[in-house]
C-alpha cells in the first residue's frame, strides 16, 4: 500500500507525520514504523506520529518512538502535529486535542511554523542523587552538568537510562548547563531512540521545572532554553507545590512531503 507522509521537524527533533483520519493505519506494526523512522532504510525521523479523529477534539495525537513502540507524550512532536493540523485544514489557529497523557491545548502562529502547546501540570518531582525525576507527559531525568558543549552525553546518557533503576521503564536523561541568569543549554539522551536527539520537548519542559524548584523560584516563571537544534521557551506558574499553566514554545516546520510504499 502507498501511504502519504510528511516529514516535520521542530527544534530538531524530527518527526513522520501521517493522515490517519480514514484509519488505514489503525494496525501499523513496530516494524514498519521503525522502518520509517530509519534514516537510511525510511524515511527517517526520532518518532512517527498518527493524526487521527476523535470525537469532542479536533484530532487525537498517536505517537510511536522510532524504535517502533507506542511512546508517552512528546512536546516537539506535539508542535509539529498543530502544525500539521494547521497544514490540513483540521485546525485554525487554536486547538484542543487529545494525546496518551491527556487533553492538550495549542496555539499556532498565523505563519504555521510557531506553536505553543500547553502541558500537563505537574506536581511530582523526586531526587535521585544530585538528579531530578519527573513525569511531563514523559519520565525524565534532570542533572546538572559542566562543559556540556563537550559531555559524552551518549556514554553517559546510555549508563543512566540503563541502570538497574531505569532499565525496564526506560528513561530520557537531561545534561543541563546554565547559560546565564535564567537561561540554560540542554542536552538530552532519548528513551525510544536510544541516542542523542537535537532537541526534547518533555525533557526541556522537565528541566524548567527541576531548575525552578532547584532555585526556589515561585510565581510566574519563564525559561529560554537552548538546545543542540536551537531554542525553545517555557512559561508556567509554580507556587512551591504545583507546576500548572505549563507551555513549551518554539518552531515547528514542514521539511518535505512524499509517497512511500509501507
Ligand atoms: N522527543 C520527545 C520525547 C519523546 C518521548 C520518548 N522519547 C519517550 O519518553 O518514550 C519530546 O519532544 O518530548
Not at 526506560?170 to 545534561?175: E, K, P, T
Not at 539522551?189 to 532547584?214: D, I, Q, W
Amino acid at each position: 500500500m502507498q501511504i502519504k507522509f510528511y516529514k516535520y521537524q521542530g527544534a530538531g527533533n524530527d518527526f513522520v507525520l501521517i493522515d490517519n483520519r480514514e484509519g488505514d493505519l489503525k494496525d501499523i506494526d513496530k516494524q514498519a514504523v521503525e522502518r520509517l523512522c530509519d534514516r537510511r532504510f525510511g524515511i527517517g525521523g526520532d518518532g512517527l506520529m498518527l493524526l487521527e479523529n476523535e470525537p469532542g477534539f479536533d484530532f487525537r495525537m498517536v505517537y510511536y518512538n522510532a524504535d517502533g513502540n507506542e511512546g508517552s507524550m512528546c512536546g516537539n512532536g506535539g508542535r509539529c502535529i498543530v502544525a500539521f493540523a494547521k497544514h490540513l485544514g483540521v485546525i485554525n489557529d487554536t486547538t484542543k486535542f487529545l494525546a496518551t497523557d491527556g487533553v492538550h491545548h495549542a496555539k499556532i502562529s498565523e505563519t504555521g511554523n510557531w506553536v505553543s502547546l500547553q502541558m500537563i501540570d505537574v506536581s511530582d518531582i523526586n531526587q535521585d542523587g544530585e538528579a531530578y525525576v519527573l513525569n511531563t507527559g514523559s519520565p525524565h531525568y534532570v542533572k546538572l552538568a559542566t562543559n556540556l558543549k563537550v559531555k559524552d552525553v551518549y556514554n553517559e546518557g546510555y549508563a543512566i537510562r540503563n541502570n538497574p533503576t531505569y532499565k525496564q521503564e526506560g528513561i530520557n536523561v537531561n545534561f543541563v548547563e546554565k547559560t546565564s541568569d535564567d537561561s540554560y543549554f540542554v542536552r538530552t539522551f532519548e528513551r525510544g531512540v536510544e541516542n542523542e536527539t537535537y532537541a526534547c520537548g518533555t525533557g526541556v519542559t522537565a528541566v524548567a521545572l527541576a531548575m525552578a524548584k532547584n532555585n526556589h523560584q515561585t510565581g510566574a516563571i519563564t525559561t529560554p532554553i537552548k538546545v543542540l537544534g536551537g531554542d525553545l521557551n517555557i512559561r508556567f506558574n509554580y507556587d512551591g507545590e504545583k507546576f500548572s499553566n505549563i507551555f513549551l514554545e518554539g518552531p515547528a516546520e514542514l521539511v518535505f512531503e512524499g509517497t512511500i510504499e509501507l
